[in-house]
């Protein structure tokens, strides 16, 4: 069983940087893929970024791609997220997912995920 826990979400300005991480039990998250989705009120959640369970593939969102990066320590068992040139659309609840998957892979799609945790607001102001 893994279970994500998120943080490091907040207030910020436009044009700021923050570093989400998620933290997981388990010894199963080093074999995991792991992928950070956003949710905005009133829309669908939607994929921001993912890394396989190595860390030697990742994936990235057109809209973050450039401002985002993924990374992962799996004797941390943590994967962190440094978004920089944060934008007011870049506000949501940005949710950490999980799933044990085959080597290399990871994926866009939130149904592709087994463990999800409960999510960090991040809010960027004008």
């Known amino acids: 069983q893994v279970q994500p826990v998120e943080s490091g979400g907040g207030l910020v300005q436009a044009g700021d940087s923050l570093r989400l991480s998620c933290a997981a039990s388990?010894?199963?998250?080093?074999?995991?893929?792991v992928g950070w989705f956003r949710q905005a009120p009133g829309k669908e959640r939607e994929f921001v970024a993912a890394?396989?369970?190595?860390?030697?593939?990742?994936g990235y969102a057109d809209s973050v791609k450039g401002r985002f990066t993924i990374s992962r320590d799996n004797a941390k068992n943590t994967v962190g997220l440094q978004m920089n040139s944060l934008k007011t659309e870049d506000t949501a609840v940005y949710y950490c997912?999980?799933?044990?998957?085959?080597?290399?892979?990871?994926?866009?799609?939130?149904?592709?995920?087994?463990?999800w945790g409960q999510g960090t607001q991040v809010t960027v102001s004008s």
């Open positions: 388990g010894r199963t998250f080093s074999r995991c893929a």
């Open positions: 997912a999980a799933v044990v998957t085959l080597s290399g892979m990871w994926y866009e799609t939130p149904n592709r995920y087994d463990y």
């Open positions: 890394i396989s369970e190595s860390g030697g593939s990742t």
